[in-house]
């Protein structure tokens, strides 16, 4: 499984999306990382991910049999389907960029380069469903040393020493999925204050994990979404946004939430599963991750989001919790 099989997965995707309605797509670009404004530079150290959100499928359309796999989870949800499909890298390095061999107690350096289909589904504006596949390889071919040491040649910071010493490559893929509902505190969509509470499975030689999450919002025409995407593992709105539901031109919100998953398998501490010689620490089994920002948008698909999020310890002897931001940007095409 190289990096180049990768454009021909994602040309696969875009194929289900041509058979969609008649509507605009939009395309996402998201950057997570611990150096954009708190310069840390360790543990989940990078992650980006490009995505383009297909639009709402008509009910006639073929594309509209994957959505049956919905109903093993006990879907009541019809009125609007969405595809969108994604490429993303996420790095992971120690603490210690200078030693060659890091330190055992320290956390492994790893790569992840993947591409994925998102089915999103959404019923009368109450509830959202999202079933997500990925696939991709983690190790060498994952890409991670030459993007990070040359980005930071470009920059003139100092590289990373002991990317040699990674996990290895192996074919890695998930499965998840989570729901998602949307319940009105104050006000309405137009001017008001909502709570989106959150529950999830991931399941695969990457991740396995259950999680529950809640996010709290207050602003303007918040019917469109259900929150900003993050990266998995993270609380997130995903791709989704309805433009159908604007009750405006445009709209703001400031959100705040959390996340706490209960963690069975993490492949970037647990290190490889076939290879006893494979760099691994001891993980903690419960994470919780703190966020908060503020997203801003338009009925045209134009938005922007910015975030920070804490996240708590991850693995036996981490030093302290970890800091992220995170920036998206998306357009309608």
Not at 86 to 112: H, K, M
Not at 225 to 244: A, E, Q
Not at 316 to 331: N, S
């Amino acid at each position: 499984m190289r990096p180049i099989r990768f454009p021909l997965a994602m040309g696969l995707a875009f194929v289900a999306l041509s058979a969609a309605a008649d509507e605009l797509s939009r395309f996402n670009i998201l950057e997570e990382n611990d150096s954009l404004w708190f310069k840390s530079d360790q543990h989940y150290t990078q992650g980006l991910r490009l995505a383009e959100l297909g639009p709402d499928l008509r009910p006639g359309s073929g594309w509209n049999f994957p959505f049956g796999l919905f109903d093993l989870f006990g879907s009541a949800a019809r009125e609007n389907r969405r595809y969108s499909v994604e490429i993303g890298q996420s790095l992971f390095t120690p603490v210690n960029r200078f030693l060659a061999p890091p330190d055992p107690r320290d956390r492994p350096y790893a790569g992840w380069l993947y591409a994925g289909v998102n089915l999103l589904q959404e019923d009368d504006g109450r509830s959202l469903e999202h079933l997500e596949i990925q696939m991709g390889v983690v190790g060498p071919d994952a890409q991670g040393e030459p993007v990070q040491n040359d980005v930071h040649f470009l920059i003139h910071a100092q590289p990373f020493y002991g990317w040699h010493y990674q996990i290895a490559n192996e074919p890695a893929g998930d499965i998840a999925f989570d729901r998602q509902w949307r319940v009105g505190l104050l006000g309405g969509d137009s001017v008001g204050v909502d709570w989106v509470p959150e529950v999830g499975v991931t399941a695969g030689n990457v991740f396995d994990y259950a999680e529950i999450a809640s996010l709290l919002r207050i602003g303007v025409n918040l019917g469109m979404d259900y929150g900003p995407t993050r990266i998995r593992p993270g609380l997130s709105g995903h791709d989704y946004f309805n433009s159908d539901r604007s009750t405006g031109d445009w709209g703001f919100y400031f959100f705040a939430g959390a996340q706490g998953r209960a963690v069975y398998r993490n492949i970037f501490l647990d290190g490889n599963d076939y290879s006893k010689s494979s760099p691994r620490i001891s993980k903690v089994p419960l994470v919780g991750d703190l966020e908060a920002g503020v997203s801003f948008y338009n009925s045209r698909g134009f938005r922007i989001d910015a975030m920070s999020m804490r996240r708590s310890l991850e693995y036996t002897g981490q030093p302290h919790p970890d800091v992220l931001c995170t920036v998206a940007v998306a357009w309608a095409w």
